[in-house]
C-alpha cells in the first residue's frame, strides 16, 4: 500500500466562503473537489479504512494588528493602505508608508523589506484583516471538516493542523517558514518546521493542494521542495499538484489580478518541469 499525503493549504472561510475577508474566487468551488476526493478515497478494504496515510492541513492565524493588515501602517497624513497596496522597499525608506504598531520601529521596517527581496520573496502585500485568531473566519472551511471527519472515523487517526502566521513582524505565507526568519522574542514560529518536513518526505506520494495557488500553496510546496534539493530531487519527484483545487488570489485591480495569476501559472509551471505530476481532484487515483 502506498503511503499517501494529502497536504490542504489555509482551507479557511475567509478564503473559501464567499462571505470571508479574503475570499478566493472560486474556492468554495474548490473546497467541494478536495472534499469528494477524500470521500472517493475512502476504502474499506484498505488497513486503515482509506487510501489518504495522512492528511495535513496548514491554517493560517492572524493578530489583528499584523504586518500585512491596513492598521499596521500609515502614511504622513495618517492614512492606512487600502487592501491590495503594494509597499515596496523605496516606499519604506521614503516614508511613504510607516509603521504605527507598538515593538515594531521605521529601521525594523527598513530591515524587513529590505530582506524579503534579499530572500526573492513576494514585495510586502497589505490583505484585508483576514483569518484572525479566533474568528470565524480562520476556521476550516464545514465543507473540509465534513470530509475530514469522514478521514477520521475511517482511519481513526487525526489531521495534523499546523498554524502560521501568529509571528505579526512577518508575512508567513509559506507553512515551512515565515518570509523572514527571526530571532526575536515569540519568533520561534517563524523558523524551519522540520516535524512537519519530515512527517512528509516519509511519504511516497504527497498531494498538494489549497489557497491560494497564487500565495501560501505555492511558497510552502516550494519550499518544502527546495529543502530536499535543487532541480528535480526525490521530494519533488513524489509531490501531486491538484491543479482544480489551487485558485489564484483576485485582487481589484486587473493588473495585481494578472501579476497573482502568473505567480500561481509559473509556480505550476516550475513544479512539473522539476517532475511533480499535475492532475486534478477528479482523476488522481481514479
Known amino acids: 500500500?502506498?503511503?499517501?499525503?494529502?497536504?490542504?493549504?489555509?482551507?479557511?472561510?475567509?478564503?473559501?466562503?464567499?462571505?470571508?475577508?479574503?475570499?478566493?474566487?472560486?474556492?468554495?468551488?474548490?473546497?467541494?473537489?478536495?472534499?469528494?476526493?477524500?470521500?472517493?478515497?475512502?476504502?474499506?478494504?484498505?488497513?486503515?479504512?482509506?487510501?489518504?496515510?495522512?492528511?495535513?492541513?496548514?491554517?493560517?492565524?492572524?493578530?489583528?494588528?499584523?504586518?500585512?493588515?491596513?492598521?499596521?501602517?500609515?502614511?504622513?497624513?495618517?492614512?492606512?493602505?487600502?487592501?491590495?497596496?503594494?509597499?515596496?522597499?523605496?516606499?519604506?525608506?521614503?516614508?511613504?508608508?510607516?509603521?504605527?504598531?507598538?515593538?515594531?520601529?521605521?529601521?525594523?521596517?527598513?530591515?524587513?523589506?529590505?530582506?524579503?527581496?534579499?530572500?526573492?520573496?513576494?514585495?510586502?502585500?497589505?490583505?484585508?484583516?483576514?483569518?484572525?485568531?479566533?474568528?470565524?473566519?480562520?476556521?476550516?472551511?464545514?465543507?473540509?471538516k465534513a470530509a475530514y471527519d469522514v478521514w477520521t472515523d475511517s482511519t481513526r487517526a487525526w489531521i495534523s493542523y499546523w498554524n502560521k502566521g501568529e509571528y505579526q513582524f512577518s508575512e508567513h505565507y509559506s507553512a515551512i517558514q515565515a518570509d523572514v526568519i527571526s530571532d526575536k522574542p515569540g519568533a520561534q514560529g517563524t523558523k524551519l518546521n522540520l516535524n512537519f518536513l519530515n512527517a512528509l518526505n516519509g511519504m511516497d506520494k504527497i498531494v498538494w493542494c489549497g489557497w491560494a495557488g497564487s500565495h501560501c500553496l505555492k511558497w510552502t510546496m516550494k519550499d518544502a521542495v527546495d529543502h530536499f534539493g535543487s532541480d528535480k530531487n526525490p521530494f519533488v519527484q513524489k509531490s501531486v499538484v491538484l491543479t482544480d483545487c489551487t485558485a489564484p488570489v483576485v485582487a481589484p485591480d486587473a493588473a495585481v489580478s494578472k501579476m497573482f495569476a502568473d505567480w500561481r501559472q509559473t509556480f505550476l509551471d516550475e513544479m512539473s518541469n522539476r517532475g511533480a505530476e499535475l492532475t486534478t481532484s477528479v482523476d488522481f487515483l481514479k
Request: net charge negative; aromatic share 6%.
Open 1 to 144: 500500500m502506498l503511503k499517501i499525503a494529502l497536504v490542504v493549504i489555509d482551507g479557511e472561510n475567509d478564503f473559501c466562503d464567499p462571505k470571508g475577508t479574503l475570499f478566493v474566487q472560486n474556492a468554495d468551488k474548490e473546497v467541494e473537489l478536495v472534499a469528494n476526493m477524500i470521500r472517493r478515497l475512502k476504502d474499506d478494504k484498505s488497513p486503515i479504512g482509506h487510501r489518504l496515510v495522512q492528511i495535513h492541513a496548514t491554517v493560517d492565524t492572524h493578530h489583528r494588528n499584523d504586518i500585512a493588515h491596513p492598521q499596521f501602517w500609515k502614511d504622513q497624513n495618517g492614512n492606512h493602505p487600502n487592501p491590495f497596496t503594494i509597499i515596496s522597499v523605496d516606499d519604506v525608506k521614503n516614508q511613504v508608508w510607516r509603521p504605527c504598531v507598538v515593538g515594531f520601529s521605521q529601521k525594523d521596517a527598513v530591515e524587513y523589506v529590505e530582506k524579503l527581496a534579499q530572500r526573492g520573496r513576494n514585495p510586502l502585500c497589505i490583505w484585508p484583516i483576514h483569518c484572525e485568531i479566533s474568528t470565524w473566519g480562520s476556521n476550516i472551511h464545514p465543507t473540509l
